[in-house]
């Protein structure tokens, strides 16, 4: 089931709503709504005070297993193996609550090990369905069901939790969340593709309206997360859009879109270049070109770090993206590397091979040739790692 354009465009625009002065409020909110239902009836005055006689003996342990579940959530961000011992002391003090078992989760995904951390949150989940409601256990839930190949589950999370990013702590939290969105939105896009060129009429227009929403859903999501303030992700959110209008078959949108950010690089470099003077503006100017090669060189390098892509080699086309106004022979390697491999057995391949048409001609999908940027840029250290 996809959301409707006019739905979808509506829960985008809700976190758009709030005003900046309400920010401490919802993280507050988010904060509140993390915390487990049987530590949470404590007031403030009582928790002052210490559990109260009827508390200690009903549930002695309880101070000590909420100040565990308190503990391993701040332990998260920075040490997740402590995290997830407190989660089992708290769960032997307590057991058969949800709480211990979603912190297990998250601090199981922090490790590294997103079958154990679905495991557990599949445990918390069967306890009480609505400990997993706050944003960031949300996220964690959403990515652990991505990374174990439920896809259809971790869609519907995402969905969930798009209209209430602003609850999450960072821009750059929000912008991940809308990321990871857009990439699983986009490779159920290419499976509903798939599925598609095999079906018979009706099932086959069925699947292509599931595939076109679905790149549609990818590409609400970005553009959403260009619109906010900018983050350390926000070359990322430009070359994943440029992706999804490309492979829409919006070819002029894609174009404009990377245009732009090629162009913002060159602006934002320091006014000290017009304070050395005119005389020295050509090589400036030329050398300004060079550092922006480089940027987009270093830009390409850093994708093969991330992780919010759904598919693989996705990486491959935005390293390709990244690099088609500035170093087109490098671009065309890294397309002719997407086709040789599974890319080119999927259904996005007929747009990758358009871009590399393009750039072999030199002309149209930033194939313009800057041969002598790419001769200038070759021997720099920095732009090596990305050839």
Not at 61 to 76: S, V
Not at 167 to 191: C, F, I, P, W
Not at 201 to 206: D, M, V
Request: charged share 25%; net charge neutral; aromatic share 2%.
């Amino acid at each position: 089931m996809h959301l409707g354009p006019l739905l979808l465009t509506a829960l985008l625009v809700l976190p758009l709503a709030a005003h900046a002065g309400q920010a401490g409020d919802l993280v507050a909110a988010a904060a509140a709504a993390g915390r487990p239902p049987e530590c949470s009836a404590r007031s403030g005055r009582a928790i002052a005070r210490g559990p109260t006689v009827w508390e200690r003996a009903r549930a002695p342990e309880l101070p000590r297993y909420c100040d565990l579940l308190a503990r391993g959530q701040a332990q998260l961000g920075g040490d997740a193996e402590a995290a997830r011992e407190s989660a089992r002391l708290a769960d032997q003090l307590l057991p058969g609550h949800a709480a211990p078992q979603v912190l297990l989760a998250r601090a199981a995904l922090a490790l590294g090990s997103p079958e154990d951390a679905a495991r557990a949150f599949e445990r918390a989940r069967s306890v009480d369905p609505r400990s997993v409601e706050d944003p960031q256990t949300m996220h964690d839930l959403a990515r652990s069901l991505a990374r174990t190949g439920k896809r259809g589950e971790a869609i519907a999370i995402y969905r969930a939790l798009v209209p209430r990013i602003d609850l999450l702590g960072t821009a750059d939290q929000r912008a991940l969340v809308l990321l990871e969105a857009a990439h699983l939105s986009m490779a159920t896009a290419g499976a509903a593709s798939v599925a598609d060129a095999s079906a018979r009429p009706p099932a086959g227009a069925h699947g292509e309206a599931a595939a076109r929403g679905d790149l549609d859903e990818a590409i609400a999501y970005l553009r959403e997360a260009r619109l906010r303030a900018q983050t350390q992700l926000a070359r990322d959110v430009t070359l994943s859009l440029a992706l999804a209008l490309d492979r829409s078959g919006d070819k002029a949108q894609a174009d404009a879109a990377l245009e732009g950010d090629a162009t913002a690089l060159e602006a934002a470099r320091p006014r000290e270049e017009a304070a050395r003077g005119r005389a020295e503006d050509r090589s400036a100017g030329a050398a300004a070109r060079e550092r922006t090669a480089d940027d987009l060189a270093s830009a390409a390098a850093r994708l093969r770090t991330v992780e919010y892509l759904a598919v693989p080699e996705d990486r491959l086309a935005l390293e390709a993206l990244a690099l088609e106004r500035a170093m087109t022979a490098a671009a065309i390697a890294r397309w002719e590397a997407y086709l040789s491999g599974a890319g080119g057995q999927g259904p996005w391949a007929p747009a990758a091979r358009a871009r590399l048409d393009a750039l072999r001609r030199g002309a149209g999908g930033g194939g313009r040739a800057r041969a002598p940027q790419e001769r200038s840029a070759a021997p720099r250290p920095s732009a090596g790692g990305a050839r």
